[in-house]
């Protein structure tokens, strides 16, 4: 079978340009290795994408909903792990665990990871107390003490909402000024359930069978000092977001990078012809729902171009 699209990634990037080229006839496959939804599926509150005034819209019911559009205009899915590309011919081939898909056209939207918070013991403790996702595992930590790394806006909102489970939430960010949007902050310096620790890092996390210590250093001072978990509850909860990397090492020497970002023009074309990047994934100076969802409906549209042209 040869497809017209195939895109690689199922976030808002990958779900509006489903839609978009559904919608333009385009025989369009899309494939995600895991659940659809992508980053923005571990937000909990959406409040900045136009039109979207619904109480309580998650990112998990916002891309939902945008899956069930793109299925109404006939995109064929496949749940695969995309392991080696030759995006170099006429026809795409895209290798995977169930065998090889071919296209004319491909739409890279595979996005971004969250970054480690970088400690020592980081990776035993992940899932044992470390988490990067609030509206995952916020619940765990119902009644506890918890720690947010980071001075973003993912690391004051992602507090915010903490507070709903926690006893108390600490924001641990390396300098003394936060970096998040300033609606945010005062949201976060009226809330009495948030305090901060500035110029401060985590250097080791500890523990036994979950996370109950660790190892701050004020980067002011050079001090260290020991946070331990309540006695009664014996660990507390540790988030991390401390920012993005992107999803791209299947892309290194196949399409140009920039920091591991694929550089695009703003019609989406990589440095290969037939290849187009949309969403978190490529160069670009804001990375939320809604530049996503226009990044995929014009990388849609300029393969439908790209094809008639062909
Ligand atoms: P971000 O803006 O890159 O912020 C990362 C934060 O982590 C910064 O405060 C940074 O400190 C800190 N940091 C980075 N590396 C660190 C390290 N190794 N150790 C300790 N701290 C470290 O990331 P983000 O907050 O995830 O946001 C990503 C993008 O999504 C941004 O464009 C943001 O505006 C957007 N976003 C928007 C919304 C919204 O509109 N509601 C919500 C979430 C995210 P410094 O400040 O010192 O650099």
Redesign the pocket.
Known sequence: MLYDVIILGAGPAGLSAALYAGRACLKTLLIEKAMPGGQITL?ND???YPGQLLEGESGFSLTERMSQQADKFGVERAYDEITAIDLSGDEKVLTGASGDYRAKTVIIATGAH??P??CENEAAFTGRGISFCATCDGMFFRGMDVYV?????????EAIFLTRFARKVTI????D?????KT?QERAFANEKIDFLWNT??EKVDGDASLSEMTVRNVVTGETSVIRANEEDGAFGLFG????APNSALFEGKVEMKGGYIVTDEDMHTSVPGVFAAGDVRVKS???VITAAADGAIAAMQCAKYIEEM
Do not use: C, M
Request: no cysteine; charged share 20%; glycine share 14%.
């Open positions: 937000t959406i409040e900045n969250p970054k918070i970088g790394v980071g001075g973003g806006d993912s690391a004051v909102e641990i960010h390396r300098r000024q936060l970096r998040a949007v945010i890092v985590v977001f401390v920012g993005f804001l990375r939320q």
